[in-house]
């Protein structure tokens, strides 16, 4: 690798560890063996690479969760009813929470940093977008090159239900959802009020 993964990989181990808001440049520096001048070299800042390596680090914790029981994308088996498949990724997705509770953790750190840093919004708007598609397609099987629209609302609704259970996770690990806490209200969601 040349300096320029090393920083990313770096960078990514210190988002994990440290978080966003307490990252120096010579935390980075010193977790990838390269030197100061390098970052601005490549990444033109700090906050450039840290943003890049939020963003791949979200993506892993993405691709972590898209393996399927049989080891494919989840969104691959095409016989599966939605609601299986929807509890099917929520069990991957709350069942990851011990092992990528940092990803969790540094995922709330930087949504409550978007509103004061507009070049960390700036730089989430697009891989938001393709991040909800990914929802979209793994949870509820809906292809977006398919039906674009009914991926995007799919994606709108999955997105604001992840960042709820991750809250409740947080929180109160002990009251917070299980994948069949989801699905069965989703179930009463999708029945109404039985008329």
């Given at each position: 690798m040349g300096h320029r993964e090393d920083l990313l990989e770096g960078a990514k181990r210190c988002l994990l560890e440290k978080g966003y808001a307490r990252t120096t440049a010579r935390d980075i520096v010193a977790a990838s063996g390269t030197n100061l001048?390098?970052?601005?070299?490549?990444?033109?800042?700090?906050?450039?690479?840290?943003?890049?390596?939020?963003?791949?680090?979200?993506?892993?914790?993405?691709?972590?969760?898209?393996?399927?029981?049989?080891?494919?994308?989840?969104?691959?088996?095409?016989?599966?009813?939605?609601?299986?498949?929807?509890?099917?990724?929520?069990?991957?997705?709350?069942?990851?929470?011990e092992q990528t509770r940092s990803v969790w953790q540094l995922q709330?750190?930087?949504?409550?940093?978007?509103?004061?840093?507009?070049?960390?919004?700036?730089?989430?708007?697009?891989?938001?977008?393709?991040?909800?598609?990914?929802?979209?397609?793994?949870?509820?099987?809906?292809d977006p090159e398919t039906d674009p629209e009914k991926a995007r609302v799919a994606g709108l609704f999955c997105q604001a239900l992840l960042a709820g259970v991750m809250v409740q996770w947080m929180m109160d690990r002990d009251s917070a959802p299980s994948a069949q806490d989801l699905t069965d209200g989703l179930k009463v969601v999708l029945e109404g009020r039985g008329q």
């Open positions: 001048a390098s970052i601005g070299y490549h990444y033109g800042s700090k906050e450039a690479l840290l943003n890049l390596a939020f963003i791949k680090v979200t993506e892993e914790w993405g691709d972590l969760l898209t393996d399927g029981p049989d080891g494919g994308a989840a969104g691959e088996d095409v016989t599966r009813a939605p609601l299986d498949q929807f509890r099917e990724t929520w069990e991957r997705v709350i069942g990851s929470y709330m750190e930087v949504i409550s940093r978007l509103d004061t840093d507009p070049e960390l919004q700036k730089a989430l708007a697009g891989p938001q977008r393709e991040g909800r598609n990914g929802l979209a397609e793994n949870m509820l099987g809906i």
